[in-house]
């Protein structure tokens, strides 16, 4: 288990280590994104915009450009080019808002998931089933943003159900906390929803063959128990898989379009931004800042999944 | 003494695409307390069904299942999931053939045994923990206290049997079905599972009903046999007169598939020639006579479940007495 951990925080740093060289060099090779001339104005003289080069450090040799940007952003001193403010700070003011986005949503997601999953498995071919395939394809389908644009639409400005988005920290006033994130919530979980109740319903289906599943019948159990204890609870590894990629992707400025939509003022919120003004220190912060929860997240669920099937053992094949 | 449990004109069919398969076609059987009964008979012949049926395990949604299942007089065919969970496990239990999908791989077994004796019984965790331990011991399990902690992958085949077994113990039930339980193992083991089971019979006076395709495995334990043949009862007679007195041609070219230490060494196995009938649309008459080196004109008709060598020795074959005891 130690060694198991060991190991996976060394290839953690390794997958951020790539990913920042990539973000680095495709930033570099994006045509019109030299800084220095988009700070510098659009009728600049070639003099201020070498000056300017020369303050941000843009005139020495990449990899010593790549070292400094590391070197700030693990100090906490990488300041946006655009925008001279504190990225870390920033990132770090976004942090509320989107872990109460996601892992409200994401509670709400695996619950409705699992719900549905488990009725359609259930009645599997009956109505429910075929009414809830329906509505996950549906679910599946619909675009965030659309969404959120309808939602907003009809439940805010038309029936005014609902707050216009923006966040009111919990810390404020839980119940506006709440209401305001009802709608982002929602339609952030809908395509998980959706895929996840598939997923669930179509392991169970599989697991119901099972000859233990048989056993715990012919052991004199009722139907809910069995269904709970041995149907349920198997089917849920691969979704326990799914669910860690994707929690760690939406912590990690996946709910970029819901947190703009909604002008929840997030980390994905301020991810969007910096990719409009192509500023280059935001973006590598938030995409390691990103790609730190996935790999994190990853990694518990290797070690859920050790709790979860006794069978696989962490110290010798772990699934990589 | 009546018999524990009574089955009578038992049939499963399932309809498919292609047609109506008659996985068992009225099959009718006693079981009486303390007795062995073996069924015995080829892959796909309708043995396990009609094991499964017996405590509505069969569950296919297009399934369908007429006759009649008496458990101590009380008819348990075509009872619901709920009503049928006092029958389950409480009063007959069952074995499966391949311990490791039979038992569920994600929970200890002990907790797999406890779980049993929680939807039954109203004790508390500690003696239902107990109670698994010592079960674990009765069926020959070294070191139960610590092996009640683990999970199946860690127990080996043999072992993960005996486990079953013991599960199957829990509630005392007076009836144990055992589909195939010795398939699955290697034959010293088979060996040692099958003497658990004789024990068992002996020692608490459990009625078992035993499916096999392993005539070795029914010389060894049964005291009646049951020889199915395409969803049939093609033979019904006492373990003797199976070995000694078969009836049926299909039971004759069992036992002559059969290695024998008691025949010389240079004597071949006879095969049956052919394969089972498919069960979508079987012979009409005998449904073994396309296979029969015995076949004559009265084969064209199905004949009757009925003694025609005197007793209770049962059996579905036009030919007369006299020429069965000539080949018996």
Not at chain 1, 99 to 117: D, E, H, N, R, T
Not at chain 1, 280 to 285: G, H, Q, R
Request: with cysteine; aromatic share 8%; proline share 5%.
């Amino acid at each position: 288990m130690g060694r198991f951990v060991a190991r996976r925080l060394l290839g953690m740093t390794g997958v951020l280590f790539a990913i920042s060289v990539i973000v680095f060099l495709i930033f570099n090779v994006i045509p019109n994104s030299d800084p220095a001339a988009r700070i510098a104005g659009k009728n600049a003289d070639p003099a201020l915009i070498a000056r300017v080069t020369a303050d941000l450090g843009l005139d020495k040799p990449l990899p010593v450009q790549y070292l400094t940007m590391m070197k700030q952003i693990f100090t906490g001193e990488l300041t946006s080019y655009a925008k001279d403010r504190n990225v870390v700070e920033q990132i770090w003011e976004g942090l509320p808002a989107t872990f109460s986005l996601c892992i409200g949503a994401a509670v709400l997601w695996m619950a409705l998931a699992i719900l549905f999953g488990y009725l359609s498995a259930v009645h599997a071919g009956k109505f429910t089933d075929r009414a809830l395939t329906i509505l996950s394809l549906v679910g599946i389908s619909m675009p965030v943003f659309w969404l959120a644009a309808m939602l907003l639409y009809y439940l805010t400005f038309k029936v005014e159900l609902f707050p216009t988005g923006s966040y009111v920290p919990f810390t404020e006033s839980p119940g506006e906390w709440a209401y305001h994130l009802i709608l982002p919530w929602f339609t952030l979980a809908v395509l998980f929803v959706g895929i996840y109740s598939r997923v669930l319903r179509s392991n169970m289906l599989d697991v119901m063959n099972e000859d233990y599943v048989r056993t715990a019948r012919a052991k004199g159990l009722s139907e809910r128990q069995v269904r709970m204890r041995h149907v349920l609870r198997n089917s849920m590894i691969p979704v326990i898989t799914l669910f860690g990629l994707d929690f760690g992707q939406v912590i990690g400025g996946g709910a970029i379009l819901t947190e703009t939509v909604y002008n929840l003022d997030g980390v994905g919120l301020y991810a969007g931004e910096a990719i409009r003004s192509l500023d280059l220190p935001p973006l590598m912060a938030v995409v390691m800042f990103g790609a730190f929860f996935i790999v994190l997240f990853n990694t518990i669920v290797d070690i859920l999944y050790a709790v979860l099937d006794p069978r696989i053992r962490l110290g010798e094949a772990a699934p990589a | 003494m009546s018999p524990i449990l009574t089955v009578d004109d038992l049939r499963v069919s399932f309809a498919t695409e292609d047609g109506v398969v008659k996985a068992v076609d009225g099959v009718s059987f006693d079981l009486s307390a303390g007795e062995v009964l073996a069924i015995v008979g080829e892959s796909g012949c309708g043995k396990s069904v009609t094991a499964q049926t017996l405590t509505g395990l069969t569950r296919a949604t297009n399934a369908r299942i007429t006759g009649s299942v008496k458990y101590r007089g009380k008819e348990i065919n075509g009872l619901d999931d709920n009503q049928l969970r006092d029958v389950r496990g409480e009063q007959i239990a069952m074995v499966f053939q391949d311990p490791m999908c039979a038992l569920n791989p994600v929970y200890r077994v002990g907790d797999q045994i406890t779980e049993m004796i929680h939807a039954h019984r109203d004790v508390s965790k500690k003696e239902a923990q107990a109670k698994a331990v010592e079960l674990l011991r009765s069926v020959g399990i070294p070191n139960p206290e610590r092996r009640v902690r683990l999970y199946p992958h860690e127990f080996s085949g043999g072992m993960r049997q005996r486990v079953m077994i013991a599960m199957a113990l829990a509630l005392e039930p007076d009836v144990l079905i055992a589909d195939e339980p010795t398939t699955a193992l290697d034959v010293t083991i088979q060996a040692q599972i099958l003497q658990l089971i004789d024990q068992l019979n002996r020692d608490r006076g459990l009625a078992v009903i035993i499916i096999t395709h392993d005539l070795g495995v029914v010389a060894e334990i049964a005291d009646r046999v049951l020889v199915m043949y395409a969803g049939q009862v093609v033979e019904n007679a006492t373990l003797d007169e199976i070995f000694y007195e078969p009836c049926h041609p299909y039971t004759w070219g069992l036992l002559g598939s059969l290695a024998r230490l008691d025949q010389p060494r240079t004597a071949r196995l006879t095969q049956i020639p052919g394969a089972p009938p498919s069960l979508l649309s079987p012979p009409s008459g005998c449904r073994f006579a396309p296979r029969c080196s015995h076949v004559f004109d009265e084969c064209t008709e199905l004949p009757p479940l009925e003694a025609r060598t005197g007793g209770v020795h049962l059996d579905r074959c036009w030919l007369d007495s006299e020429a069965k005891a000539h080949h018996g």
